[in-house]
Each structure stands twice: as C-alpha cells, then as structure tokens.
C-alpha cells in the first residue's frame, strides 16, 4: 500500500471508474491538458481524451445544465467546480433538475451526476473559495452529499459516489488536499455512502464533525487526552445521515459537542442537535453545543483565522458540556 | 485598417401566405394524406386546449397553459421528428405531446397534478417549469447521442422570454462549440406573461442570436404550419447529418391568456389580437386545402367531431384515476430511499389510514 494524499487518492478512484467503465467522463474548467487548478484530474486526459475529460467553457450553470442532460442520457458524468462555491452560479441546476428528475417523471428518468469541488476554507484563498455550503444541497433533496476527512475515504466514497444511481455532492475540503498522507490500497474499494464513522472512541463525550474540522478535533482530543475522554465520529456523508452511530454514541457519553466550518445559524448542526435530543434527551448530561462558523459570509482571508473554529474554541465546547 | 470582417444576414421562411397560398418553390416534401394528418393533429390540439381550458373553469385540473395560435408551431416542429429523438418541453407544449403520440389521458392527468402521467419510456422529457433551463439539459442529452455516435436529435422548446435567461446563450455557447444534433425551438409568440418582446429583447429578431454562436439560425412564419416543418426538418436532417444545431425562431402569437391564472385584457389591446386572429394557423391550412382544391366540409366536420370523441374519452379516462397516494411523495425521490423518507412515509401512511383518506 502506498501512502498518497487526498488530491492523489480523488485521482486514483476517478482514473480507476473511467477504466472500469465507458460511461463515466470529467467536465469542468480546466480539467484537461492542466489536469484541474488542483491538479485533481491530472493525467486523465492524456488517458482518455478530450471526449471523456472534457474542458468546458468558463460557465457553471452550463457545466452543471449539460451533465444533467449528458445523466439523463446515459452518461455518468463527473462535474468538477473549480471551487464549490462557484456552483452558486450554477445552483438552480442543482436545486431544480439534479435533485427532482427522479421524482419529477417517477423514476422514468434520472440524474446520477457527481458534482465534486474544493470547500471549506483554511488555505488563505479568494473571496467565495472557501464556502461550505453542504446544507444548501441537503436541503435541496433528492441529493447525496459527502465530505470526507482523509484520503483513504476520499478514495473509497469517491468510487462509491461514482457508481451510485443518485446524484451525488462530494465536497473536498482543500486544507486537507495535500496536508498530509495515508495508506490507501492502489486497488478499488468503495466506502459505503451513509455511513459514519467513529474515528476516535472515548467516554466522556462525543464529538460530531465532519471535513477538515475533524482533523482539528482530533488533535483538540489528543491534547486532552488525560482530562477528558473524547469519541469523534466522522460523519463522511452528511445527507443521507447516519443518525443511529450519533445517537448510539451520546446514550453512551451523554454529551454532544457539533463542530463545523458552515456559519452557525441554518447550519447542520442545529439538525443534529434536535436529533439528538429528539431520541436521546434522557441521556443527555449538558445541552449540545455547537462550535461553528460565525453567521456572517466567508471572509476575505486576512479575517479567515477569526471565522474558522480552532482548538481554542473546540476545547470550550468540550469544557463547557463538562461542567455544566 | 479598418475592414468589414463579417457579413450576416438572417433567413425568413413562409410556405404558406395568410390566405393559404403556397409558395412551391418552398414546399416542403409532404404528401396530401401527411399534411392532413398533420392538420387533423392541429385540431386536435385545439379541440384538446379549449375542453382542458373549461376543464380548469370547473375546477377538474389545475392552471392550465393555452396553446392556442401556436398549433402550427407545435404540431408543424414536432410533426418532423422521428420516435427515437429527443424531446425537452416549456410548459404550453400540449400540442407537442400530442404529435409526438403521448397518451392523451396522460396529458389531462398531468394537467391534475398527477406526476404518475410523467413516467414513461418515451423521450419526452417531463415539463420545465424553470424557463429555459431546459435547454441546458437538452444540450446535454443531445451530447450524450454525439458521444456515443447515435444519430438521434435533440429538440427544446421555449419562448421568447427564455432567450432572457443565461442559460439559453450558455446553451447555445456549449452547443456551437461541440456542433452537437440539436434544434432550439423558440416559440415567439410575443408575450412572456405581459411583458411584450420589445421589452424582452433588443435585437429585432431572436434568430440572429445564433450569429453569435456561429451556429444556423431561421426565423419561420410560426402560423404556417409547412413553413415551421420545412424549417424543422431542415434543422433535423442537418443536426442527424453532424452539421450540428440550429435556432428556429417560430413567429407566432399567444392567442389566450399566459395561464388560466392570467388576465391578458390587463395588458393588451383587443385589436391586437384581432390582428393575429386573421393568421390562424389551423384556418389558413384549411385555406390550403380550399385553394388546391382538396377541402370540403364534410371533412372538416368528421376531422372535428373525431377529435371531440378522442378528447372526451381521455378525460373521461383521466378524471376516473384515483388521487396519487402518500407512496408517490417518497418512492422516487432516490433509487433507494434512505431510513429518514422510510420513516417518514411510514408517518403519511398512519396518518391516511388514520382519516380514512
């Protein structure tokens, strides 16, 4: 097994799926020859050719209006945004044909795309290429959304995502594209859409996050370690939400911090809140706590370190469901 | 230097003149049996848009958008497509449906409501409601038959105001690029709800945006039914033929309100319409037939009662189908539903059963 990182293993899952079968094509700004600003497509097109590793014209309802066409017709088209918070432009395309057609003409017709781009902040970029927009698509429906923490799951929910019938969001959070490295088998595997996972096991109290947020939570516990006993789960797909890995977790800690980048109010973690106290208020020792984003838009960057939870604000979290 | 680097000028296409006299030279290559079946199709979509109209006065379906004026439009574009091709619809794409053979009940059933009259094998997409979204998704589809070296074409229909929206000129931008096999159908008939095409677009035509694109582009009289097959079928066999896509521009005039919603009194004048009463589409191919000779009125009568007796029949059929059920909600919103809509659904269900729905 090699150790590759994330941008590598997003590669490897697209470059195997376009081997293993015909229907499946890249489109988006810059995917070819430049192999993505990412360089998440790189060598693809000298593979495949510009029919299967298309770059399109600079225009996101364009790419995202097309593939759904391209979806409908029989193709598995892989849509890449340059950053996901272009998709914006593109957006009605998402909210009206990608999550409705199924419905729309009873399963007569469907539109199994994946839309995959950088999210989140971290890297000090431009304005709007640092969003994290995952509850804009759940909410859309009839939508899969994932986002993975490491490369080994990047692989594996990639190729999952691939050969699923449904449309699929795959947000990548950019910090953690080259930030580090894992042992990820060259060989395909999928990672099954759905399903969370408890990355960190503990007692005292569960942490729930998702992204680049849980790498940070994951050296919030190690810090910890000797005060208190922290589980993390992961949740790898956000929508459709494996709501009974939480709530298994908080009946044993009886007590849920939600950590993520997306502004607070409107975001997931009000939704994993209720569900928690809506099936586990009895175990529950303190309320939830969330430590997000502030409710203002993604800053320009030289104000990033201030919108973006850190250890600091993760340790408060925890301590205050402690001492309650 | 100072050059001119570019000429362009853009095509008008008439057949068939106001009085129903044919311009041979243009005739396009239609028997006398086909260009009555298409003439008994115009009048079916006719006698099928004025009961669905007084059908939505009593309340049997729900808004209802009038394709009346636009039947040589829609019958004479679609009447030139083969089964196998593509087919992506606005929402007054009745007459459209109709030629294309879609089961008549169906139309009055999805007119209720009724998602379950959209599911079907054919290659009619279901209605777009998002104005000129569809032709984005139309592109697509029509990429995918390139792809794979089919010879299906793709067509799109939308209206005036569809050519405000981004997404047509992406769609056209994408589509001259990759010369993919589809026709833009637009179907000008002036009004987008009461804004009139003055206020919609500068250019004096909506054909001359594909000069931009540098794909073909036609206007057609969209009330003369030869003129609005020729135009299609040219556009078809040339997209068939990998000469790639093409923008019709159908002339025509929305002759009702935008949706039985709408008052169009509010915004335009009697005599406007009026104006284009006297184009009629399906009067002036009875005009035809008077002038070649081939009309008497014991054929327009049996064309018109045939019609009655087909439509009724359908609603009668349509308006017997009991209400969707709570499962319709849930089943197909993914290939599998996740435990959260399994929940859900499983919470409707008690709750019908419980009010005995």
Known sequence: MAKINMVQAINEAIKSEMARDKKVLIMGEDVGVDGGVFRVTDGLSTQFGPNRVIDTPLAEAGIIGTAVGLAINGMKPIVEMQFIGFSYEGFHHINHHVGRMRQRSEGSVSCPIVLRGPSGGGIKALELHSESPETFFIHSQGIKVICPSNPYDAKGLMISAIRDPDPVIFLEPEKLYRSFKDEVPEESFTVPIGEAKVVRTGKDVTIVSWGAMVRLCLDVAEQLKDKVDIEIIDLRTLWPLDEDKIIESVKKTGRAVIVHEAPRTGGYGGEIASRIQEKGILYLQSPVIRVTGFDVPYPQFALEEYYLPNAERVIKGINSVMNF | ?357
Request: glycine fraction near 8%; include cysteine.
């Open chain 2, 1 to 357: 230097m100072r050059n001119i680097i570019k000429n362009y000028s853009v095509e008008y296409l008439q057949v068939l003149n106001q009085e129903g006299q044919a311009d041979n030279s243009q005739m396009p290559d239609l028997s006398e049996s086909k260009i009555k079946e298409m003439y008994h199709l115009m009048v079916l979509v006719r006698v099928m848009d004025e009961k669905l109209f007084k059908l939505q006065r009593s309340g049997k379906i729900g808004t209802y958008a009038e394709v009346r004026g636009q039947e040589a439009s829609e019958v004479g574009s679609a009447f030139a497509l083969e089964k196998n091709d593509w087919m992506c619809p606005s929402f007054r794409e009745t007459g459209v449906f109709i030629t294309r053979g879609a089961p008549r009940d169906k139309i009055v059933q999805a007119w209720r409501g009724d998602v379950r009259a959209f599911k079907s094998d054919s290659r009619n997409l279901p209605v777009a409601i998002p104005v000129g979204s569809q032709t984005l998704y139309a592109a697509g589809i029509a990429w995918a038959s390139k792809l794979r070296g089919e010879k299906d074409v793709t067509i799109v229909y939308f209206g005036d105001g569809a050519t405000s929206e981004g997404d047509f000129h992406e769609a056209l931008n994408f589509a001259g690029i990759h010369k993919l096999p589809i026709i833009f159908f637009c179907q000008n008939n002036q009004w987008s709800i009461s804004t009139p095409k003055k206020l919609q677009l500068a250019s004096d035509t909506v054909a001359q945006r594909a000069i931009a694109y540098d794909i073909a582009g036609i206007q057609v009289d969209g009330n003369d039914a030869l003129g609005v097959y020729k135009a299609t079928k040219e556009a078809i066999d040339r997209a068939r033929n990998g000469g790639g896509p093409t923008l019709i521009e159908s002339v025509t005039y929305r002759m009702g309100d935008h949706t039985t919603s709408d008052d169009a009194s509010r915004y335009r004048s009697e005599a406007d319409v009026n104006l284009w009463k006297a184009k009629d589409p399906v009067v002036r191919l009875e005009k035809y037939f008077r002038n070649i000779g081939t009309w008497n009125d014991d054929y327009g009568r049996w064309v018109r009662e045939t019609c009655e007796k087909e439509v009724d029949e359908a609603i009668a059929k349509a308006l017997a189908v009991e209400k969707p059920g709570p499962d319709e909600l849930f089943d197909y919103v993914y290939a599998v539903p996740p435990k959260d809509l399994i929940e859900q659904k499983k919470i409707l269900q008690e709750e019908v059963k419980q009010r005995g729905l």
